[in-house]
Nanobody, 117 residues
């Protein structure tokens, strides 16, 4: 098992920046990602990063958000620049671990990001 704890959310004006952090309770050698869920909408992927550092982004955040990870600190980050009101959502950290051939999905508790216009 692993616990994921997000931090760094808050209220920011449009055009501003925030950096989210997700600390894992132990080393993770699999893909990690950030997802977000706005009120009344489904949870969507924002960005993912493999253990080797390969990244992928949703089209809506390309060029504005950067995902990174520090394996020594068991932490993944999401640097969010040029924030827009439509980025307002609860942001969740995620990883998928495989044990005995089964996949297990782990989520953090979420951190609120609110972007005012």
């Amino acid at each position: 098992q692993v616990q994921l704890v997000e931090s760094g959310g808050g209220l920011v004006q449009a055009g501003g920046s925030l950096r989210l952090s997700c600390a894992a309770s132990r080393s993770i050698f699999s893909i990690m990602g950030w997802y977000r869920q706005a009120p009344g909408k489904q949870r969507d992927v924002v960005a993912t990063i493999t253990s080797g550092g390969t990244t992928n982004y949703a089209d809506s955040v390309k060029g504005r958000f950067t995902i990174s990870r520090d394996n020594a600190k068991n932490t993944v980050y999401l640097q969010m620049n040029s924030l827009k009101p439509e980025d307002t959502a609860v942001y969740y950290c995620n990883t998928v671990l495989i044990s005995l051939g089964r996949e297990y999905d782990y989520w953090g508790q979420g951190t609120q990001v609110t972007v005012s216009s």
